[in-house]
């Protein structure tokens, strides 16, 4: 069983449309986050919700919006896609508690034409 | 802020020799500190993770790492490579405090190299 989940694995579309990431999660953790991977691998956090309740927004254009209809799943939209949005998005998950590990899905490798 | 620094983009060694990945962190208080793998296309994976306790930290895939407080370093060590090591090494640290709760910061990444 896959412990966070994540589509469509890969996504090419063209500039200006509107796309959307699903994740899930069966782990039981209450925290869940995106994350975005650029083409030099380095890891940066976008959002990060705790019981559907956002808490975490770092700089990100308001083109991308997270949904999280219940704490196992968090979803991703974004709007009127641009090349500079080409990159992988990982969705994760972690328990609430300071010392746990926070686990990823395998990604979603989006490219914008 | 939390942060930690991965000072070489890439490492390579022969396989069968030891193997180490550096890191070093700056945090306030008492660090929470992981390492992660990615294969190609694949998500991160967990190895292992320090939070108190013995200085030394077993893994999975018989990775290890050492904490060293004095010298601000969490690196990760394998006594001997096998090919099937090479891919990309996340250093992460936790952060602990208020609203920043959640947070985990990722270092840049270390690509491992092991070579027949």
């Known amino acids: 069983d896959t412990a966070v989940s994540q589509t469509p694995k890969y996504l090419v579309t063209q500039m200006g449309n509107d796309k959307s990431i699903k994740c899930e999660q069966n782990?039981?953790?209450?925290?869940m986050y995106w994350y975005k991977q650029d083409s030099k691998k380095f890891l940066k956090i976008m959002f990060s919700y705790n019981n559907k309740e956002l808490i975490i927004n770092e700089t990100v254009p308001n083109r991308f919006s997270p949904k999280s209809p219940d704490k196992a799943h968090l979803n991703l939209h974004i709007n009127s896609l641009e090349l500079g949005d080409s990159a992988v998005y990982f969705c994760?998950?972690?328990?609430?508690?300071?010392?746990?590990?926070?686990?990823f899905g395998e990604g979603s490798w989006l490219t914008v034409v | 802020a939390q942060s930690v620094a991965q000072p070489e983009d890439q490492v390579n060694v022969a396989e069968g020799n030891p193997l180490t990945v550096k890191c070093t962190y700056s945090v306030s208080g008492n660090p929470y500190l992981f390492w992660y793998v990615q294969y190609p296309n694949r998500g991160l994976q967990f190895l292992l993770k320090?939070?108190?306790?013995?200085?030394l930290v077993k893994g999975s895939y018989g990775f290890e790492a050492e904490f060293n407080k004095s010298q601000t370093s969490f690196h990760l060590k394998k006594p001997s490579a096998l090919v099937s090591d090479s891919a990309l090494y996340f250093c992460?640290?936790?952060?602990?405090?208020?609203?920043?709760?959640?947070?985990?910061?990722f270092g840049s990444g270390t690509k491992l190299n092991v070579k027949p």
């Open positions: 992460a640290v936790r952060d602990l405090k208020g609203g920043n709760f959640n947070k985990f910061y």
């Open positions: 782990l039981g953790h209450d925290t």
């Open positions: 994760a998950s972690s328990p609430r508690t300071g010392g746990n590990t926070i686990y």
């Open positions: 320090y939070i108190t306790g013995d200085n």
